[in-house]
């Protein structure tokens, strides 16, 4: 959708340490949750492009999928090259690059096995793959691994944190780091919600389709007059964390005019997932996606003084304090 402004925030395992609060002014506030790109190897190394089988140290306890790992101190030298070990061999689809993708995992130094960031216990993270939002190894390391596998990395400084490591999070500029990583879920623009259909009986709402196969649902507004307050309901209920107001959420959605029923936006349309921070979207969005559950679809009838009002974007087609209809399909919070 046409909106105030696009994409500012980018989420956490990013370019700053996870779990380090760092202050970096490149990272954003949720950066500290989760490992990151901020220390991303000097423009002057070449770190190599080969991924190898190991050696990678054992996991010497919670060894299932889904349990938080212990992983063993590292021994004799690592390898200069990415090492990846498929742990466990998952049966869902293979991670492709630009996929978002869902994950836990635990992140630990080879030499002391000190832990120095871990989403076990904390809640799982989504982050896009094979685009430069994460640390090299991650975007080598995943990329054709399947859902529900559990990958061990070791990744060299180069394809980490780089010679300057990341002193906030006790990481050297030589230090070879060890994931654990269970890959949960992956998002690509022919994903969609998977709640479960809750009922539609209102004929005064508009009625959204409930299609789960990627393609933008139909919305079909009435004949009536359009609501002055704002809706918000379900149309699949997801299971998920509830959305709160400073979340970043991975979305499929598509929006129409109330009067008329015409598209302005979607990103079906345009073939790409949206991640929107939340907090910088019209208010209809921020009051009417607060509380509702990630994995759900929602329709949202927005009045136009909780859109765009008087003044709608130029080029978007939306008239002057026009009522808009959305579907919103909540993916994932990032």
Request: glycine share 12%; hydrophobic share 40%.
């Amino acid at each position: 959708m046409r909106r105030r402004s696009v994409l500012l925030a980018v989420p956490a395992l990013m370019l700053t340490a996870a779990g380090c609060g760092s202050d970096d002014s490149k990272s954003d506030a949720a950066a500290s949750e989760s490992p990151s790109t901020s220390g991303t190897p000097s423009a002057s190394a070449t770190p190599s492009t080969k991924i190898v089988a190991g050696p990678v140290p054992d996991i010497t306890a919670g060894t299932k999928f889904g349990d938080k790992p212990t992983v063993a101190k590292g021994t004799g030298t690592p390898s200069t090259d990415l090492a990846v070990k498929t742990v466990i061999q998952g049966d869902g689809a293979a991670v492709v690059a630009g996929d978002y993708v869902t994950t836990n995992y635990l992140g630990q130094i080879w030499d002391t096995a000190k832990v120095f960031d871990t989403s076990f216990g904390r809640g799982p993270y989504t982050n896009v793959i094979g685009q430069g939002k994460v640390i090299p190894g991650w975007d080598k390391g995943l990329v054709g691994q399947k859902v529900n596998s559990r990958v061990e990395m070791a990744i060299p400084p180069a394809l980490g944190y780089g010679t300057s490591g990341n002193s906030q999070a006790g990481i050297k500029g030589t230090d070879t780091l060890v994931f654990v990583i269970d890959i949960l879920e992956t998002f690509n623009a022919k994903s969609s919600a998977k709640g479960k259909e809750v009922p539609q009986e209102d004929a005064n709402l508009p009625k959204v389709g409930t299609n789960t196969d990627g393609k933008a649902p139909s919305i079909t507004v009435p004949k009536t007059k359009a609501p002055t307050k704002l809706v918000s309901e379900y149309i699949l209920e997801g299971d998920g964390a509830a959305v709160k107001a400073t979340d970043t959420l991975l979305l499929q959605y598509k929006g129409v005019l109330w009067d008329g029923g015409k598209e302005f936006d979607a990103s079906y349309t345009a073939g790409q997932l949206a991640a929107f921070p939340l907090a910088q979207l019209i208010k209809g969005w921020q009051e009417g996606l607060v509380g509702k559950k990630a994995g759900s679809r929602v329709m949202l009838v927005t009045p136009g003084d909780l859109a765009y009002g008087a003044n709608p974007p130029s080029g978007s087609n939306i008239p002057a304090n026009a009522t808009l209809v959305f579907s919103l399909d909540i993916l994932a919070i990032l």
